[in-house]
């Protein structure tokens, strides 16, 4: 069955656009996520794409912590390790390939992120109940999502399958030509 539009997968040969100079201008990953990562924590980057973000993870969680860098393309995957190959981050990421129906780690999370990839995932709510199994009791999840591929109310029905799977939803940062917000893990330990 072919995916509905809204759900398609970003090409790997798109990747280039996700990692342009500018970006790094109007959605640095240093101010979004300082606020949400500290040195010695497990993070999370869902659909990490070629690693825009999976850097400056690495960067806030110090020596003593972990990114787990997680994509369904092996392409993505490849473009990360490129970036990392004989850095002192190399040992800090953990390079995942996923499935379509599975995230498939066992590691507890203290902080995940999402940015512009919930929207391609058909079966949000067996995504976000995974999530809650995974991420730790009280964990934070920031969903970043593209205002152009997302209306309002995809987000919103997007925000509800999160609460219907046990998550507290807040207001997100703000990130310039985005929609923004925290999920918190209800799970008790
Ligand atoms: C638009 S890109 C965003 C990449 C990155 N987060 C960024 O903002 O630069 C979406 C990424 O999500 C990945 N993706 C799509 N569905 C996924 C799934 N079910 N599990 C993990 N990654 C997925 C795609 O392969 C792609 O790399």
Same mark, same amino acid.
């Given at each position: 069955?072919?995916?509905?539009?809204?759900?398609?997968?970003?090409?790997?040969?798109?990747?280039?656009?996700?990692?342009?100079?500018?970006?790094?201008?109007?959605?640095?990953?240093?101010?979004?996520?300082?606020?949400?990562?500290?040195?010695?924590?497990? #993070?999370?980057? %869902?659909?990490? *794409?070629?690693?825009?973000?999976?850097?400056?993870?690495?960067?806030? $969680?110090? =020596? /003593?912590?972990?990114?787990?860098?997680?994509?369904?393309?092996?392409?993505?995957?490849?473009?990360?390790?490129?970036?990392?190959?004989?850095?002192?981050?190399?040992?800090?990421?953990?390079?995942?390939?996923?499935?379509?129906?599975?995230?498939?780690?066992?590691?507890?999370?203290?902080?995940?992120?999402?940015?512009?990839?919930?929207?391609?995932?058909?079966?949000?709510?067996?995504?976000?109940?995974?999530? #809650?199994?995974? %991420?730790?009791? *009280?964990?934070?999840?920031?969903?970043?999502?593209?205002?152009?591929? $997302?209306? =309002? /109310?995809?987000?919103?029905?997007?925000?509800?399958?999160?609460?219907?799977?046990?998550?507290?939803?807040?207001?997100?940062?703000?990130?310039?030509?985005?929609?923004?917000?925290?999920?918190?893990?209800?799970?008790?330990?």
């Amino acid at each position: 069955m072919k995916p509905e539009r809204k759900n398609r997968v970003c090409p790997v040969e798109l990747a280039g656009s996700l990692d342009m100079a500018i970006r790094r201008w109007l959605q640095n990953p240093r101010i979004i996520l300082e606020p949400y990562i500290n040195e010695g924590m497990t #993070a999370l980057d %869902l659909g990490c *794409g070629p690693g825009f973000f999976t850097l400056d993870m690495a960067r806030l $969680v110090g =020596r /003593s912590g972990r990114v787990i860098a997680v994509d369904l393309q092996q392409g993505m995957l490849a473009k990360v390790r490129e970036k990392i190959r004989r850095s002192e981050l190399e040992d800090r990421i953990t390079l995942h390939q996923c499935s379509e129906s599975a995230i498939g780690i066992s590691d507890q999370i203290d902080f995940a992120l999402a940015f512009y990839m919930v929207h391609e995932i058909p079966d949000k709510e067996s995504f976000f109940s995974e999530i #809650a199994t995974i %991420l730790k009791p *009280g964990g934070r999840m920031l969903i970043v999502e593209p205002p152009l591929h $997302v209306s =309002r /109310s995809d987000f919103e029905k997007t925000l509800d399958i999160a609460r219907h799977t046990g998550f507290a939803v807040t207001k997100g940062p703000k990130v310039f030509f985005s929609k923004t917000a925290i999920l918190k893990n209800g799970r008790s330990a």
